[in-house]
């Protein structure tokens, strides 16, 4: 199978890049030392090559109710130029895919789904928009994908600062629109799409631009003092920050109730019919079996994804699992049945070893800290 490639695969591969394949992706995995990587995300600001998620704009009469159906948060509660989280389900409540939609005004939204589950995504969006699921009506809303785009996320305490100032040069409308852009907000400066949002716990955001645009972007930050990063300090960040990546600790088994998400379903408008309302609201009359909370190893080893967790309710296993260079410990996400409590301790089995772990709250880290460890 030929790998695809993005607009900066040249350039990581110029900067001694380790590749590696992601989902169908040749991507950089780390350029020298990961945890170094990581560090300079949490300490100053790092950048990650994300070309290859996919961005789908959707225009048409009747865009906002599509999405409305579509996802389990609710985009009426947008405002011009503000972002929302949420996922994507089957109508047993289970989920597609998770995603962020941006509403740029008027009838025009954009929406960012993960590259793994792309081709996935948009064919439930196809069939959702002519009736073949969900509710079984037509909508008027055209639906267009972006691949000639590029993304770049700019992460780090200092990565709106640098970020501005790298944009400015190139723009000069950008110190403007930049300093006014709040959390979970976007902003057009020339061709670049701007969202204050990321995948690290750190402030920062995430640039949509023209393909032919990303190598002078990329130069330019790494010049300003941005560090490149791969993959694998991404995962690390995420991990520490608590955030869920699809195929790991969400999927098409479980869903956000059970996944640590029912804050991203939007109950409120009991006239909204969002595909898998009805499962969700059986699956809380019933009572949600079982729930995602952080560990933390009191043993020495590594907690990894597809672990077996032992607690005193019953079994349950690790979802993702990684040393935290933040924390210098090693943390997990695991799913486990209700009932289990924060400060209770389990056994997670580390090939064949019983090793004695903490129930956390999680996020682990936020902004730079450690937090409930």
């Not at 909508?139 to 790298?166: D, H, W």
């Not at 902003?187 to 032919?212: Q, S, W």
């Amino acid at each position: 199978m030929t790998l695809k490639r993005t607009p900066l695969f040249d350039t990581h591969v110029s900067a001694g890049a380790k590749m590696v394949d992601f989902g169908g992706w040749e991507m950089p995995v780390a350029y020298g030392s990961q945890i170094e990587e990581h560090h300079a995300v949490r300490r100053h600001a790092g950048m990650f090559d994300v070309s290859h998620m996919r961005g789908v704009d959707l225009d048409g009469h009747d865009s906002r109710e599509f999405l409305r159906t579509l996802i389990a948060n609710d985009v009426a509660k947008l405002t011009f130029g503000r972002a929302l989280y949420s996922c994507m389900l089957r109508a047993d409540g289970c989920v597609i895919d998770d995603l962020i939609v941006y509403w740029m005004g008027g009838e025009h939204y954009r929406v960012v789904v993960n590259a793994g589950t792309a081709d996935k995504d948009l064919a439930w969006m196809h069939d959702v928009q002519h009736g073949r699921t969900g509710p079984g009506r037509h909508f008027r809303v055209s639906l267009l994908p972006r691949r000639e785009l590029a993304m770049i996320a700019v992460q780090g305490p200092r990565a709106r600062e640098i970020l501005r100032n790298t944009i400015q040069g190139l723009d000069g409308d950008a110190a403007l629109a930049m300093d006014a852009l709040k959390p979970f907000s976007v902003a057009m400066v020339d061709k670049f799409f701007i969202g204050r949002t990321g995948y690290t716990g750190e402030d920062g955001c995430e640039v949509v631009l023209p393909a032919a645009e990303a190598v002078d972007l990329w130069q330019r930050l790494a010049h300003d003092g941005v560090t490149p990063c791969g993959l694998g300090a991404r995962d690390t960040l995420r991990l520490e920050a608590g955030m869920a990546l699809y195929g790991q600790d969400i999927d098409e088994t479980v869903t956000p109730l059970e996944s640590g998400l029912a804050w991203t379903v939007d109950f409120s408008d009991a006239e909204r019919r969002f595909i898998g309302r009805d499962a969700l609201e059986r699956q809380r009359a019933a009572g949600v079996p079982r729930q995602l909370v952080g560990l933390k190893l009191l043993d020495k080893g590594v907690l990894r994804a597809h672990q077996k967790v032992t607690t005193a309710q019953g079994a349950g296993e690790t979802t993702s699992g990684s040393f935290a260079p933040t924390l210098n410990c090693s943390i997990a996400l695991a799913r486990v049945p209700a009932g289990v409590a924060v400060g209770d301790r389990v056994e997670v089995d580390l090939r064949g070893r019983a090793a004695a772990a903490l129930v956390v709250k999680y996020p682990f880290v936020r902004n730079g800290k450690a937090l409930n460890t």
